[in-house]
């Protein structure tokens, strides 16, 4: 999800005299090893939580909001598609396996694991000052011709410069701080609002949204809103080298990076 601050090692091969500008080739520490554990973890606890969630609804897909919502109550919206519960009225003439069991127990349990998860990986870029450096917006980005020019490039998925491949633009540092300390919060916030033992023990978290039914529906929309920044996110890899950001990834080493002598 984030990069770790970047360090070059020289590889010591023939290196050029310093009045030289050929490029010379280096060796880039792209990815911590904090950094690689977490997104992974993160990423199977975020696909684990999805096909649940999938599930979950499925067995009563109809929104309400405030408090109270079933069968006998006007939803908000509903979704078009087939129930898992012969219950549920979905306009079709039959019901999907039912599947809330085990879904509902994946569920509880990636979330927590996503939630330890991304605590550590939160206090670790407050420590390390990988937020201040590499995610918060420098006062340059912030202008309106930047910013433009970034949400251009981005609609038109315009493949990434060698430069700027290796940092955040402003539109990716602006997602990221969303994602990070607003989705991610708001999700959990409305996930917990579910959940009748914390509630009995913290009543405002679902007074504060409405509703327990009010908290489904904000997590609902929350979810797809994280399920559309996956795909963006997925998509970017490839414009900007998939198998060069997998093995960043994977390994904490990136593809050998040129970088210009004074």
């Known amino acids: 999800m984030a990069t770790s601050e970047s360090v070059r090692e020289p590889l010591g091969a023939c290196a050029p005299s310093s009045s030289s500008s050929v490029p010379v080739t280096t060796v880039t520490s792209r990815h911590s090893a904090l950094v690689r ?16 969630g999938v599930e979950i609804v499925i067995s009563h897909p109809r929104f309400y909001w405030g408090e109270t919502g079933n069968v006998l109550t006007t939803p908000l919206f509903k ?11 979905s306009g ?3 019901v999907l396996p039912d599947q809330n069991g085990w879904s509902r127990y994946l569920h509880f349990q990636a979330a927590w694991l996503a939630v330890l998860t991304g605590l ?32 251009a490039d981005h609609l038109r998925f315009k493949r990434p410069s060698a430069a700027e491949a290796w940092s955040y633009n402003v539109l990716q540092r602006l997602t990221y701080l969303f994602v990070i300390f607003v989705l991610f919060p708001l999700v959990i916030w409305t996930g917990l609002a579910m959940s009748p033992a914390f509630v009995s023990a913290f009543p405002l978290t679902v007074t504060s949204l409405g509703g327990q039914q009010s908290a489904r529906t904000i997590h609902f929309f929350v979810s797809l809103a994280l399920v559309v920044f996956l795909l963006v996110h997925v998509i970017m890899i490839f414009l900007a080298g998939f198998w060069t950001r997998m093995r960043a990834m ?5 593809a050998n990076r040129p970088t210009e002598l004074p």
Not at 37 to 52: E, G, M, N, P
């Open 37 to 52: 554990v977490t997104h992974w973890i993160t990423t199977l606890c975020f696909l684990a939580l999805l096909v649940s």
């Open 79 to 89: 979704l078009p598609i087939p129930s898992s519960r012969a219950m549920v009225p």
């Open 250 to 254: 994977i390994t904490g080493r990136a």
């Open 92 to 94: 079709y003439g039959y």
């Open 120 to 151: 550590l990986y939160i206090i670790s870029i407050l420590f390390t000052g990988h937020l201040r450096k590499n995610l918060l917006p420098r006062g340059a980005d912030l202008s309106l011709r930047a910013f433009s020019t970034s949400i």
